[in-house]
């Protein structure tokens, strides 16, 4: 008798989690829209994340990314993208935040044009995490949302509440939970394809609609498959071609060279491209991690205004003008700091002078981290630019090549930059272990990008060999698991988001960090350890 196949034995969609409390969000209709979705996207997903690993391999090589000669015709061409819905028109100040039921409220209240509610950067992606996100937004698309807080606080959303864009997990990441005959489903679709399930044709009946921010594309190729797995939506939902909208994250380095094809790619339905500078910054450390001659130095050294960093966010700003998309700011990783005045206007200081460098670039908007900084970045934003938006300010004037926006950065490695990677690595993963995707370290905004930073600086500063920090003393890995006992002991006899898992944590970063080989992504081995 023949034994019967992997795909006669299971089942086409199948959930391995509990289920209780998400029975209106996993309904078969929605499943059984995930499974086509998946169908129709997975062979190419795969193929994209294959094609990822051969352009590293060629980078490890000493191959530099350059701008694509087999598509010089789309960036020289004359073309834009399709016109901006109403709602979207001005995003001058948008706020970005977990799916936590609280914090989408007091997001939606914050008078940010815009609440980009985050799957991604700010979210451990367990079960319970992702679901309750989609209910959550879900009550929030038909006005039910609520939270009563255990001190009895009732939080409602306000008449005004800023427009929702959501932001899916990238490419590269499962969800182990959900399978389709036998095959983890990927959580880019599962967050989209839940969110658009229940909630476009609401969103397109309150003259918004379905809008989305795309994460960590590396190549127009990748634009594409997201805009066919739109368009396949859009019909399955009935909807008019183009209905969904998407903006775009620039924060891998290959990227910058393709953002004409990743617009063209995308041109029915992209409204603008972000300056996602964190993950730019990873980016830029994993491409060049055996490049000994573009070592970063300190994380808090890379700033906007370096070379390579103000060329790329340059560049983005013609690109996108000259194509008819927005061109958004990013992050400046500062939150108000508590009980310390002189420190707290010193970090809104510094808020306030990287949202002017961004309006005076030619931005069209910025995001901010915490409600407190709405009004913050809105007055400079405001004052600077009395417009919607500033599509018309073309910046001809910008000259970025290939080797600008590549530039080596200039700097010093100090033993304090070494301890607080170490620290910050820990601290986040462990929370992240926890289920907690953002949390502030020393007054700092620490989120998956971040985290990502700090553990690839110390992977790339340990496997170059022969560094030594400003006072000549070695950087070698006997100092690295030094400083991670120490802190992971402090955090284990701790309080803080993260203390259960520091030994979780530490074995992980110990493990990533001795290895031969800089790990594409630190979520990936810890979505093992999710709970
Ligand atoms: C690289 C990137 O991808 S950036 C984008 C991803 N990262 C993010 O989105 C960061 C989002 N920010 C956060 O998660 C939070 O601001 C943190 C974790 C950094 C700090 O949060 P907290 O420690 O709760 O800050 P704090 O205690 O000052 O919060 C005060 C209030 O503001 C709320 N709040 C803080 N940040 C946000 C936010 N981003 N959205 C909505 N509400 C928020 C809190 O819920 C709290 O509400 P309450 O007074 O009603 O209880
Ligand atoms: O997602 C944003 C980033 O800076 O990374
Ligand atoms: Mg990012």
């Given amino acids: 008798m023949a034994v019967p196949s992997e795909k006669l034995v299971s089942r086409p969609i199948e959930i391995h989690a509990d289920t209780t409390g998400y029975e209106d969000v996993l309904t078969p209709e929605a499943l059984a829209f995930l499974a086509r979705l998946?169908?129709?996207?997975?062979?190419?997903?795969?193929?994209?994340?294959?094609?990822?690993?051969?352009r590293q391999v060629c980078y490890?090589?000493?191959?530099?990314?350059?701008?694509?000669?087999?598509?010089?015709?789309?960036?020289?061409?004359?073309?834009?993208?399709?016109?901006?819905?109403?709602?979207?028109?001005?995003?001058?100040?948008?706020?970005?935040?977990?799916?936590?039921?609280?914090?989408?409220?007091?997001?939606?209240?914050?008078?940010?044009?815009?609440?980009?509610?985050?799957?991604?950067?700010?979210?451990?992606?367990?079960?319970?995490?992702?679901?309750?996100g989609q209910v959550n937004l879900r009550d929030a698309v038909n006005g039910t949302l609520e939270y009563r807080a255990p001190e009895g606080k009732l939080y409602r959303v306000g008449p005004h509440p800023a427009v929702l864009v959501v932001r899916p997990r990238g490419w590269h990441l499962p969800e182990r939970h959900i399978t389709v005959y036998g095959e983890p489903i990927a959580g880019a679709l599962v967050d989209f394809g839940l969110f658009a399930y229940h909630n476009a044709r609401a969103l397109l009946a309150q003259d918004r609609g379905p809008y989305f921010y795309l994460p960590k594309l590396e190549a127009m190729e990748e634009a594409a498959l997201w805009d066919e797995v739109m368009a396949l939506a859009e019909d399955e939902l009935g909807l008019a071609y183009?209905?969904?909208?998407?903006?775009?994250?620039?924060?891998?380095?290959?990227?910058?060279?393709?953002?004409?094809?990743?617009?063209?790619?995308?041109?029915?339905?992209?409204?603008?491209?972000?300056?996602g500078r964190w993950d730019y910054i990873f980016s830029y450390l994993k491409t060049f991690r055996r490049h000994r001659d573009r070592l970063l130095p300190d994380r808090g050294q890379v700033v906007m205004t370096v070379p390579f960093l103000k060329a790329y966010s340059e560049l983005l700003i013609q690109t996108c003008h000259r194509r008819g998309a927005f061109a958004m700011g990013g992050m400046a990783a500062q939150i108000p700091i508590k009980n310390d005045e002189d420190a707290n206007d010193q970090a809104m200081d510094k808020v306030r002078a990287d949202k002017l460098r961004e309006v005076q670039a030619g931005h069209d908007g910025t995001w901010v981290a915490h409600p407190a900084?709405?009004?913050?970045?809105?007055?400079?934003?405001?004052?600077?630019?009395?417009?919607?938006?500033?599509?018309?300010?073309?910046?001809?004037?910008?000259?970025?090549?290939?080797?600008?926006?590549?530039?080596?950065?200039?700097?010093?490695i100090t033993r304090a930059g070494f301890d607080n990677n170490v620290e910050v690595a820990l601290r986040y993963t462990a929370a992240w272990l926890e289920g907690l995707g953002c949390v502030p370290i020393h007054n700092l905004m620490e989120d998956a990008a971040t985290a990502e930073i700090a553990r690839s600086q110390l992977w790339q500063w340990l496997h170059h060999g022969d560094l030594v920090f400003t006072d000549?003393?070695?950087?070698?890995?006997?100092?690295?698991?030094?400083?991670?006992?120490?802190?992971?002991?402090?955090?284990?006899?701790?309080?803080?988001?993260?203390?259960?898992?520091?030994?979780?944590?530490?074995?992980?970063?110990?493990?990533?960090?001795?290895?031969?080989?800089?790990?594409?992504?630190?979520?990936?081995?810890?979505?093992?350890?999710?709970?």
Wanted: proline content about 6%.
């Fill in 38 to 54: 998946h169908r129709f996207a997975e062979p190419r997903r795969r193929q994209l994340l294959e094609a990822r690993r051969q």
């Fill in 60 to 132: 490890d090589a000493g191959v530099l990314p350059d701008f694509r000669a087999d598509t010089q015709a789309i960036r020289e061409g004359d073309w834009t993208v399709a016109p901006i819905p109403a709602a979207l028109e001005d995003r001058r100040v948008e706020i970005t935040g977990p799916v936590e039921r609280k914090m989408i409220i007091n997001a939606l209240n914050s008078g940010a044009k815009v609440f980009m509610a985050d799957f991604e950067d700010s979210s451990a992606p367990s079960f319970a995490n992702q679901l309750d």
């Fill in 242 to 275: 183009g209905s969904m909208k998407a903006t775009v994250l620039i924060e891998t380095l290959p990227a910058v060279f393709q953002m004409h094809e990743i617009l063209h790619a995308l041109r029915e339905r992209v409204v603008g491209l972000n300056c």
């Fill in 373 to 412: 900084l709405v009004p913050v970045a809105m007055e400079i934003f405001d004052r600077h630019m009395p417009t919607p938006n500033q599509l018309q300010l073309k910046r001809d004037d910008v000259k970025a090549d290939r080797d600008t926006l590549i530039a080596p950065c200039g700097g010093t």
């Fill in 472 to 531: 000549h003393a070695p950087i070698d890995l006997a100092l690295f698991d030094h400083a991670l006992a120490t802190h992971t002991h402090r955090l284990q006899g701790s309080t803080l988001p993260g203390a259960r898992r520091a030994t979780d944590a530490a074995r992980l970063l110990a493990e990533l960090t001795h290895a031969d080989e800089l790990g594409s992504f630190l979520t990936l081995p810890a979505y093992e350890q999710l709970a």
